[in-house]
């Protein structure tokens, strides 16, 4: 393998290696909030098809609605192989504001559709916007997480679906009823509440750094005794820097010989550099 594509680093254990803090939990917050927008979008599209059939809505038939939902997972599946891969390519961080976004504005647009072609085609994005964020959201927690509670995170992450299922199921009883909105209204409320609750993620979204291996494919290795991040603030307990620089430092090391051996690699180069972290 070329010695340009291949860097050092301790990172990765040495967060193992980091006690649990307010850091970690934070993480897993602002990670978990996309299930809850994916639970919220499922639940909130079979409870407003019995609205969208109606005269005075879009006048959807039940056929045009399953196209629709058609449409919504294979915008899914599709922004997960695209967004997935861009994810080396730019950073996992850029990743998470830019398939935010994505939902956040496709979400809005759902919500001002005229007809079944704008509907179905706001749904597909929407879902593009979704499916990125399910291949971000796993790296983060395979690179972000210690491995002693990774699973258990991991499974608490994606458990927060069910509340997104719970929100959306509890808004519709609301919004969809005449007595509070006009039907021709509240569908379209219904949508808005989930562009509105995307504004609030992205503050929420702030609190996740860029991975070691993020650092490394976008190559921000190359700067020497450079970092990409830091942190005034230490985590109770941990020695060194605090988590979230450990997190998100790359520095840079010249290496001590060419033939220096390598033990992991990336995907961009670092001319024969050795990826130590912050030290």
Avoid at 2 to 23: C, G, K, N
Avoid at 36 to 55: F, M, Q, S
Avoid at 203 to 227: D, F, N, Q, W
Wanted: net charge positive; aromatic share 6%.
């Amino acid at each position: 393998m070329d010695a340009r594509r291949l860097v050092e680093t301790d990172i990765p254990a040495r967060l193992d290696r980091l006690p649990w803090s307010a850091w970690h939990w934070r993480v897993v917050v602002a990670l978990g909030v996309t299930w809850v927008l994916d639970g919220l979008e499922v639940t909130l599209v079979g409870a407003v098809a019995g609205a969208l059939v109606r005269p005075d809505t879009l006048a959807l038939t039940e056929q045009e609605i399953g196209a629709a939902a058609t449409a919504y997972l294979a915008g899914a599946i599709l922004g997960a192989l695209v967004f997935g891969r861009l994810t080396d390519l730019v950073g996992r961080k850029r990743l998470f504001l830019v398939t935010l976004s994505v939902y956040l504005v496709a979400t809005l647009l759902t919500a001002l559709s005229t007809g079944f072609v704008s509907f179905a085609l706001f749904r597909a994005i929407t879902g593009a916007g979704i499916g990125g964020e399910y291949a971000a959201i796993n790296s983060a927690i395979d690179e972000l997480l210690p491995a002693r509670v990774r699973g258990r995170a991991d499974l608490a992450i994606n458990g927060t679906y069910w509340a997104g299922t719970a929100l959306g199921a509890l808004s519709t009883l609301v919004l969809l009823d005449p007595k509070v909105l006009p039907p021709w209204l509240g569908w379209r409320v219904c949508f808005g509440l989930g562009a509105l609750l995307g504004i609030s993620i992205l503050l929420v979204r702030r609190h996740v750094p860029e991975s070691p291996a993020g650092s490394c494919s976008t190559g921000a290795t190359r700067r020497p005794g450079g970092c990409s991040g830091t942190s005034r603030r230490r985590s109770p307990g941990a020695m060194g820097p605090s988590p979230r620089q450990r997190a998100r430092c790359a520095c840079w090391r010249a290496p001590a010989s060419t033939t220096a051996p390598s033990r992991a690699s990336s995907s961009a180069g670092t001319g024969g550099a050795r990826f130590s972290g912050c030290r």
